[in-house]
């Protein structure tokens, strides 16, 4: 069974053929794989190619999925719940939808408008761009399956807990007057047939893929240069366990970038191999998919400047804490 999940974690999401083949290809093109030039070349065009495949894949399926989770639905689900069971619901939803903050601030404002409690929209909020299905996938590749399972489930509890304690704080008043006077219409999406499913997934693949694909072209080749180029010594003193502020130095990197999940994978796969410790990465990753600067901008025109505080104050200690937490058990999962 061990070799089994080893051959789909190397193989089929890891894609180790792909850059072997990718060596031998170079290598006969006259390309030194060992200089760091050859090795910059190999590192862009396999995480590249295998991010791009696994993501028109990982789209297409949770697309799919999606479908069967439109607004109106969704909100009737969530409608269903109460207290913390309507949290956990709320972020369990955020796994299947968009894959950056910016795309689910819209839908955040639309159940919003629908009436359901606050806490239970910021947890949707915090799950969206942090925790999806494609992340557990792309993750395992790359990771591993124990931190890539863990990873999804601190996640999960960070945004639980994070809009549990939104919901308990007064803070109804701090949402922008248009959020809270919108009518959510009561008319539910017609079925979709498997062709129509299709073609919304197959759709949802082409949009997404688009604008995710600059991020993943910046994201690699940021990776390639610190993965090649900068000296390991640098990163452990900066981002390795003998720097006691390296998670936090990580959270504040990651808020003013804007990138989704995939787009920052390779950065982070860069940073472990060299030394960073493996909390602080995953918490760069959290901090720049979930309180990227541009994403809390547009959140800023719906909710005033006190939530926003909150928000940012919840998410922050969150990551950090998960920082520290992965740091000190990264023994077990590496």
């Given amino acids: 069974m061990t070799e089994v999940l080893l051959f789909f974690q190397n193989q089929v ?13 170079l290598s006969a093109l006259g390309l030194n794989t060992d200089s760091k030039i050859g090795a910059s070349v190999q590192f862009f065009l396999y995480d590249v190619i295998k991010i791009s495949i696994l993501l028109c894949f990982l789209i297409f399926i949770i697309s799919y999925i999606q479908s069967y989770f439109p607004p109106e639905r969704s909100r009737k689900i969530l409608g269903r719940f109460r207290g913390v069971g309507a949290n956990i619901m709320a972020a369990l939803l955020g796994t299947v939808t968009p894959f950056c903050s910016c795309s689910s601030i819209p839908l955040f404002i639309g159940f919003s408008s629908a009436g359901l409690p606050l806490g239970v929209t910021f947890s949707f909020l915090i799950s969206s761009p942090m925790v999806d299905l494609g992340s557990l996938l792309l993750l395992t590749g790359v990771f591993g399956w124990k931190i890539a399972c863990a990873y999804v489930i601190v996640g999960l509890v960070v945004a639980v807990v994070g809009g ?22 009561e008319t539910d999406v017609p079925g979709y047939s498997r062709k129509q499913r299709c073609q919304y997934a197959f759709d949802q693949v082409t949009a997404t893929f688009r604008k995710v694909f600059p991020y993943i072209l910046l994201g690699v080749g940021v990776g390639a240069l610190i993965h090649n180029w900068i000296p390991q010594a640098w990163i452990e003193t900066v981002l390795g366990g003998q720097n006691p502020l390296g998670v936090v130095l990580a ?4 808020i003013p970038m804007y990138a989704d999940i995939f787009g920052t994978i390779p950065v982070a796969e860069a940073l472990l191999s060299k030394g960073a410790q493996l909390g602080t990465v995953l918490s760069f990753m959290m901090a720049v998919t979930t309180l990227s600067l541009p994403s809390l901008i547009m959140l800023r025109k719906a909710i005033k400047p006190l939530l926003m ?26």
């Fill in 309 to 334: 505080a909150v928000f940012i104050g919840i998410c922050t200690v969150g990551i950090v804490l998960v920082g520290y937490l992965f740091n000190g058990v990264q023994s077990y999962l590496i």
């Fill in 251 to 254: 959270v504040l990197v990651g």
């Fill in 164 to 185: 549990t304690m939104i919901e308990k704080l007064p803070l109804k008043d701090q949402v922008e007057p248009f959020v809270r006077q919108g009518a959510a219409t």
């Fill in 13 to 25: 999401l890891g894609m180790q053929w792909l850059n072997q083949q990718l060596g031998q290809l």
